[in-house]
């Protein structure tokens, strides 16, 4: 099958920062390739957050699955450009092929069963809030500076109109920021990792996002807000 680059690393850009690094769960290691009828779907996840999307392609192809390595997909993240040149994908048993004008590349696939990540999606949430996408990447910004740099937690506090975050570290130094935010729901305190945050917020491209809450201890999803590409992003909460 064939895609544009543009639109081929679309799909890689916005799913390979959730891949693991050499877990010992080898199947994550990687970023998992869904073909389907009239879609093609990239996810990635290391057990702590899950990026998923996709994009609509005009034949139905047939249904196959399949685990790219993680080094082959920083390959094409670093040759691929975003431009109009076809890229052509061969697909084997146990190896892929991308072919493009100038160059190809080949890769063995990783062998073994990917979870099911479409479990991990929320399908309704208790309490939702919607903010700027600056306005929190720069609060996310200011607080890291002062989070434990073993796991950079910070505790997020969304109450009527607001979220206010915190982060401390071992030499009990602490920041805090406090944002106006449109929030439906009672007042709910998550615990997340900033950099995973930080890292997911970077591939969002429209001005607003939705943070989708299920409760304290279920995943927390970010969303964009009037866009119409289909894609998921979640990230699980953290003990502080």
């Not at 996709?54 to 670093?78: A, F, G, M, N, W």
């Amino acid at each position: 099958f064939s895609l544009s680059e543009t639109e081929f690393l679309w799909l890689l850009r916005r799913t390979a920062f959730a891949m693991a690094q050499q877990d010992v769960r080898f199947y994550l290691n990687g970023m998992l390739l869904v073909l389907a009828p009239q879609r093609i779907e990239t996810a990635a996840t290391d057990g702590h957050r899950l990026a998923c999307n996709s994009v609509h392609y005009p034949e139905d192809l047939p249904e196959r699955k399949c685990i790219i390595p993680k080094k082959t997909i920083q390959e094409l993240c670093k040759h691929l450009q975003d431009r109009d040149s076809i890229i052509r994908i061969r697909l084997g048993q146990q190896h892929i092929a991308f072919l493009g004008e100038s160059s190809e590349l080949y890769s063995n696939l990783i062998e073994g069963e990917y979870p099911d990540y479409h479990k991990l999606l929320p399908s309704a949430f208790n309490y939702t809030a919607t903010l700027p996408l600056s306005t929190l990447q720069d609060s996310l910004q200011r607080l890291i500076t002062l989070a434990n740099e073993k796991y950079y937690g910070a505790s997020l506090d969304f109450a009527d109109s607001s979220l206010t975050l915190r982060a401390n570290n071992i030499n009990h130094e602490e920041a805090h920021d406090e944002l106006v935010i449109d929030y439906e729901g009672k007042a709910i305190t998550i615990g997340l990792n900033i950099s995973y945050v930080q890292e997911l917020l970077q591939v969002i491209s429209t001005e607003l996002v939705t943070i989708g809450i299920v409760d304290s201890e279920k995943s927390i999803s970010f969303n964009e807000v009037g866009s119409n590409n289909q894609s998921r992003f979640i990230v699980m909460p953290l003990t502080l």
